[in-house]
Structures are given as C-alpha cells and as structure tokens.
C-alpha cells in the first residue's frame, strides 16, 4: 500500500514539474515572439516612412499642440522664470520650413518662446516631440508601441 502511495505522489510530483516548466517554456516563448514582433514593427514602420507620411504627422502634431489643453500647457510654460528658454523639437525627419513656421506660432502662442532648437531622432519612428522645461509634449509610432509593450509586460 506505501509503494502505491509514493507511485501517486512521484507520478503527481512529475506532472506538476512538467506543467511548471510547460508554462515557463510558454511564456518564454511568447516574449521572445513580442520581442520579434515589436522589432519587426518597428523596422518596417520605418522603412515605409515616406516624406508625405511624415508630413501628415507632423501636421497631426500641430494639431495637437493646436488643441493642447491647459494643464499640459502650464507644464510647458512651467514657473522657473527663465528668460530666453528654448523649445527643442526632435523628429525622425528634416521637417520642412513651412511646418516649421506653424510649430513657431503655436510655441509662440502657448509658451511666449521664441527659439525653437530643431533635432533629427531617428528612433522616433515617424514621428515629432517637443520639450520645454523637461516637459515633452510628443507624438510617434514608438510611442504607441511602447504603450502596447508596456501593456503585454503588465500581463
């Protein structure tokens, strides 16, 4: 009767053993594939962004900062009292002059700036941020990408 009871606890040890380590392989193996996934993503957003994509998100951009609502404009005027302040606009792209003069007038109106610093980040992936203070007002496809990876690591 003991050897039978040993036998149902090593065989109910085994599959517990073979469960753990079956969802371990699982999920290794999902994140390996999110990682691929997302990386993949990444490269052909990229490859596929055109001067006229790029265009349309910027435009999108100056929409929102257009739009942008009071407490996110406080954060961009911040309280340092700072004289001559500069905003810094990073894109993955060159953008072009005439975008660059409706991103001077919206800075312009919110934040009384009148420098605008311009910078290429590649690794926006398609996209235009603009920082003031530390504070980064932005939109990308990285962005969105971030936020769903963020969301799949919560899990």
């Not at 606890?9 to 053993?17: A, E, V």
């Not at 390996?32 to 957003?45: A, G, P, Q």
């Not at 005027?77 to 792209?93: H, L, P």
């Not at 934040?111 to 504070?135: A, F, K, Q, R, S």
Request: net charge negative; with cysteine; aromatic share 6%.
């Amino acid at each position: 009767m003991e050897v039978y009871k040993m036998s149902d606890q090593l065989k109910d040890n085994l599959t517990k053993s073979i469960e753990v380590e079956k969802d371990q392989y699982i999920d290794e193996l999902v994140k390996k594939l999110e990682t691929e996934v997302f990386s993949l993503s990444k490269k052909v957003l990229k490859d596929l962004s055109s001067l006229n994509l790029q265009e349309v998100v910027t435009q999108n951009f100056i929409e929102r900062l257009n739009n942008i609502d009071s407490v996110k404009s406080e954060n961009l005027t911040g309280s340092s009292g700072i004289e001559d302040q500069i905003a810094i606009v990073k894109s993955a792209y060159e953008i072009n002059s005439s975008l660059k003069e409706q991103l001077k007038t919206i800075v312009k109106r919110i934040t009384d700036i009148d420098e605008i610093h311009y910078e290429i980040e590649p690794d926006l992936i398609c996209g235009v941020e603009l920082i003031i203070n530390g504070y980064r007002v932005a939109w990308s496809i990285k962005d969105y990408l971030n936020s769903v990876n963020a969301l799949l690591d919560a899990k």
